[in-house]
């Protein structure tokens, strides 16, 4: 949509331009004011001067006689003598006559010309052009230098802005946000039955998910203007900024009803307050205003309020209560079908040849966010323009998965041969400890190419469909699968490396998770001992039981990690010749796929 920019300039451009008015003033003006002192000397001095030829300028008056010196830095004066024959003297020296020698103006006005003056002007210039911006503006003293104002940036009305059908995967929003279009198109149909709109809508979700798209996608659709605005722009260093810039900011919406005001990431000013008596910080008063500006719009104003958070648990109650922000949309990670229709949405924009099989790598891309598959397919354009082709294919689409997930390929990073045959039974025992279980997702590829986010290989497993629960059995199988690779080393090599680390870390997360908050744990049963803050951005969690307890969910953890690593050993050993020779072709080949590990384990 077309940005409509604010035509005033700010106001420091013009203290500039009085500031520089006032130098050339000073430059220019002052020389007519500010002149040489005056030094009174007798008559006698004079002649002598004369006889000296130390006469530069000299003016005869009718009773007094003004010259200078030489150089012409001092003013002299001296009365007036009967003395005919001083013209032909002042003459011969090479006195020069002058009309008029200006004399100084008293000390007093000086001081008045040179000083008081021009910080008069400027003084009250600068308060006059703060009065009338300030008018203009509606904000109060708040508003000096433009800081109190909202610096929204306003998409007007447009016919080729975003629509519902630019935004892929998020049918269940899109539902939700289909009748805010309709209310905004036809709002009588809602005001003949008394129902109002809700004023405000959460749009809560991980990273990437298209929050922000969403919002512009309802203002596309309603073809009304859309304000879009960063929580974090309210807050400002000086106490009151941000309230008077939401002042500013509903102002604009009310002139310009019916439209949308989005406010992006408001968890930067809309978080609990602390409840400590006496607070009054910045982003506590800028809330206050929030809060208050939500109150004085009516149902049937027009003005829609979306905001766009990733920690919705993190927001005052007092902001998200029904009258405010009455309803909560979540925009979550796109499913298998919203992931290829994503995928479609953006390849849209490139070049790609027609047997890609965007289902297959919807499937591999399990868990991306709307923005990782957009990255994915210009990853894909990227990657063919690399090879030399005019379009991408299969391949590129697959090794863009891959770099988003694990990096680009290290070419330069050279392994032994002793670590790469280590690499090489590593991902060949997690590879087969998976593929000997039940309810494992399918091994799809496996590399010992080393990558930029430090692996030196990985073992890439794509599940059949969407996949929802897990259960206990699942879950102990995943933590088999991720000792596999620990366990290949240990009874080949009779040694352990430093490659396991991220394998120990996500075993050991699973299996506290199952004791801590999956209620798995028969002695703790369903009880909640940890809970999940920042559910959508990492999942960071905290216990929440004494130190006992939680000394008796370390064993317990190291209990579970162990068994299944016993397991996963005892399936290594049973299958052995089949390790070394799954190992000895990836050795060889460095990457071999799904049907060819299935090929050879079956054969």
Not at 133 to 143: F, I, R, V, W
Not at 545 to 557: G, N
Request: glycine share 8%; proline share 3%.
């Amino acid at each position: 949509m077309n940005e409509v920019k604010s035509p005033r300039k700010p106001l420091i451009y013009y203290y500039s331009m009085v500031l520089l008015i006032l130098v050339l003033f000073n430059f220019l003006a002052m020389p007519w004011f500010a002149q040489r002192q005056i030094l009174e000397v007798d008559y006698g001095a004079f002649m002598d001067m004369t006889a000296r030829h130390e006469i530069g300028q000299v003016e005869i008056q009718d009773n007094r006689i003004l010259f200078t010196d030489r150089t012409g830095t001092q003013i002299y004066k001296t009365g007036r003598m009967v003395d005919p024959g001083l013209v032909y003297r002042l003459k011969d020296s090479g006195a020069v006559f002058s009309s008029e020698i200006i004399e100084q103006m008293s000390p007093a006005l000086s001081f008045l010309l040179s000083w008081v003056l021009p910080i008069a002007v400027f003084v009250g210039l600068g308060q006059f052009l703060s009065k009338k911006m300030m008018e203009k503006a509606g904000g109060g003293n708040s508003l000096m230098f433009g800081m109190g104002k909202s610096n929204a940036k306003v998409y007007v009305k447009s016919s080729e802005g975003i629509r519902f059908s630019d935004v892929a995967g998020e049918d269940e929003a899109k539902e939700n946000l289909t009748e805010i279009v309709d209310y905004l198109h036809s709002p009588e149909k809602y005001r003949e039955i008394g129902a109002s709109m809700p004023k405000g809508i959460l749009l809560a979700g991980p990273p990437g998910t298209g929050k922000t798209m969403l919002a512009k996608a309802v203002a596309g659709e309603a073809n009304v203007p859309f304000f879009s605005m960063s929580g974090s722009e309210f807050v400002e260093m000086f106490v009151g900024m941000g309230a008077s810039k939401v002042r500013d900011l509903f102002r604009q919406a009310k002139e310009k009803a019916p439209c949308i005001v989005f406010i992006d990431e408001i968890d930067a000013i809309g978080k609990k307050r602390d409840g400590q008596i006496g607070g009054s910080d910045e982003r506590e008063q800028t809330l206050n205003q929030l809060l208050t500006e939500m109150d004085g719009f009516e149902g049937n104003t027009g003005v829609i309020i979306l905001a766009a958070t990733n920690r919705p648990e993190s927001l005052d109650p007092a902001l998200t209560r029904p009258g405010r922000f009455d309803r909560r949309v979540p925009v979550e990670l796109p499913d298998l079908k919203g992931r290829e229709e994503i995928l479609r949405v953006h390849a849209k924009k490139i070049k790609a040849a027609e047997n890609v099989d965007f289902h297959q790598i919807a499937r591999m891309a399990s868990g991306a966010s709307g923005a990782e598959l957009a990255n994915i397919i210009n990853e894909a354009a990227l990657r063919a323009v690399r090879a030399g082709r005019k379009f991408a294919v299969q391949s590129d689409l697959e090794e863009s998965i891959e770099v988003v997930i694990a990096g680009y390929q290290k070419k330069n990073a050279i392994l032994t041969d002793k670590e790469k045959w280590t690499v090489s039974y590593h991902e060949i025992g997690h590879a087969l400890v998976a593929a000997k279980q039940t309810q494992s997702a399918p091994v799809r590829k496996i590399t010992i190419i080393p990558r930029t986010s430090g692996a030196l290989g990985y073992t890439m497993q794509v599940e059949e469909d969407n996949h929802y629960l897990m259960t206990k059995e699942e879950i102990e199988n995943k933590i088999a699968t991720y000792t596999g690779g620990r366990a290949a080393e240990e009874i080949v090599f009779g040694a352990i490396s430093t490659g396991a680390s991220n394998d120990i870390e996500q075993a050991t997360k699973l299996a506290r998770a199952m004791i801590t908050r999956y209620g798995m744990s028969r002695d703790f049963d369903m009880v909640a001992l940890e809970t999940v803050t920042n559910r959508y951005l990492g999942g960071d969690t905290s216990l929440a039981c004494s130190s006992e307890t939680q000394a008796e969910v370390d064993r317990q953890v190291v209990d579970l990690v162990k068994k299944q690593h016993e397991k996963a050993a005892g399936i290594l050993v049973e299958n052995r010749e089949k390790l070394d020779e799954l190992a000895r072709y990836l050795y060889e080949r460095e990457t071999m796929t799904g049907d060819e590990f299935m090929a050879i384990l079956n054969g």
